[in-house]
């Protein structure tokens, strides 16, 4: 390696076993700090949006409501972290809000979270000349209704300007422990289960 603290291969087919060593420390440490960067973003969804409440409020609330309703933490992060895809790549939100959290938490909030975009959709798809019932096509699929019952409980009436949500730092802890890298599975251990 150089003095500069970078690897000399070009090629990741030349990088040697200490290089790799090193690369290993650096994304360890970027794990460490990356429920810094969820918060960050988090944060900057305290913007308008055209609902009556930011983005960061419509999570808050959300999350407020999993938590008071007694969800497990896991699925308290999974509400409050639902929509943070909206800030990273607006086109396909529910997806990329589950992959960030897929190698932290079961595979049931992982597919919840994914598909929760469209089974949203039924609220209001027929305003916008597309299915609402688009969502049927995973009627038998396990978990089926445990997303609507996210939609429904937790997404759908979470725009209440007058909602009084816990703040940002009350869920702060949560967020640390949840994606704490100790917490991050094995990609090759996990079953995929159903990517209908």
Known sequence: MTSEQ???FIRMSEGTAEEYAFLDRIEAAELEHFPDRVLDWLGRMDVPSGYK??????????????????????TVVCVLLHDIGDILAPANHSEVAAALLRP??????YWIVKHHG????????????????????YR???????????????????FDPDYPSE???FFEPMVRRILSP??????GARPAGPEQ
């Open 53 to 74: 409440v930011t983005r960061l409020g419509h999570c808050l609330q959300a999350a407020t409501r999993a938590h008071r309703a007694g969800e497990d933490e896991e």
């Open 140 to 158: 038998d699929h396990p978990l089926y209704q445990a997303t609507v019952d996210f939609c429904a409980h937790y997404d759908q009436n979470s």
């Open 182 to 187: 100790s917490r991050i599975s094995d990609p």
């Open 118 to 137: 469209l089974f949203q959709g039924v609220y209001y798809f027929h305003h916008m000349g597309q299915d609402p019932h688009a969502r049927d096509q």
């Open 6 to 8: 970078t690897v000399d």
């Open 167 to 169: 703040p940002l730092e």
């Open 104 to 109: 932290y938490v079961s595979e049931r909030n």
